[in-house]
């Protein structure tokens, strides 16, 4: 063998010692150092049957992260982190097990006539693609008391987070288990 390939070797071992799976932990990242916890994560949820499509692995896992997963298969926190950290040796998850309040009630500042711009982002992401660049193009054109309509197949959990650090108010709802519809509002008040 080369000393090249020993090398590669030697670097994911380091890899694997020195990665502690935690909840910001990107399910592709999981999955490229221990491609063993398929079969786990797979099991934790029936929702993450999805990763075995590739082109919602890859648009998913580049992304989301493991609390973030954990919302999209209403699981708590503890119940994902766990078995994956079990089976590769780590210590039990004792932190933080808020998921972030994704599917809630319809809050007062939502009005179906106050939706003005609609973006189903399904087609981009049944491609392969990632539409968060579009998204955040898109969502500039609404003005204040705005809505803004976002279809997905499967809960948006990254592009929520981000919106939501950009002031953005939002709400999901999931219509089917293929159709997740996600408001947004900008974060002022309704007049």
């Known amino acids: 063998m080369s000393k090249g390939y020993y090398r590669i070797l030697n670097l994911r071992m380091m ?13 592709g990242t999981l999955l490229e150092t221990y491609p063993e916890l398929e079969s ?3 099991k934790i949820s029936p929702v993450f049957q999805k990763l075995k499509n590739p082109i ?17 298969g209403d699981v708590s926190l503890e119940n994902i982190i766990n078995p994956l950290r079990e089976a590769v ?19 007062k500042w939502f ?9 189903d982002a399904s087609p981009i992401i049944n ?5 968060m660049e579009e998204i955040f193009s898109e969502i500039k054109n609404i003005s204040k008391n705005e809505i803004f309509e976002l279809t997905t197949p499967f809960l948006p959990a990254p592009i929520i987070d981000k919106l939501r650090d950009r002031g953005y108010k939002s709400f999901s ?9 996600t408001y947004f509002l900008q974060g002022c008040a309704i007049g």
């Open 15 to 27: 890899t694997k010692e020195k990665f502690l799976i935690t909840p910001k932990t990107k399910v």
């Open 40 to 42: 786990i994560l797979m």
């Open 56 to 72: 919602l692995r890859k648009t998913i896992g580049k992304v989301a992260t493991l609390q973030q997963a954990a919302a999209l």
């Open 89 to 107: 040796g780590q210590d039990k998850f004792e932190g933080d097990t808020d998921t972030g309040n994704y599917f809630t009630p319809e809050p």
């Open 111 to 119: 009005s179906a006539n106050k939706v003005t711009y609609r973006f």
């Open 127 to 131: 491609r392969g693609e990632n539409p």
């Open 173 to 181: 709802t999931e219509l089917d288990k293929n159709t997740v519809k």
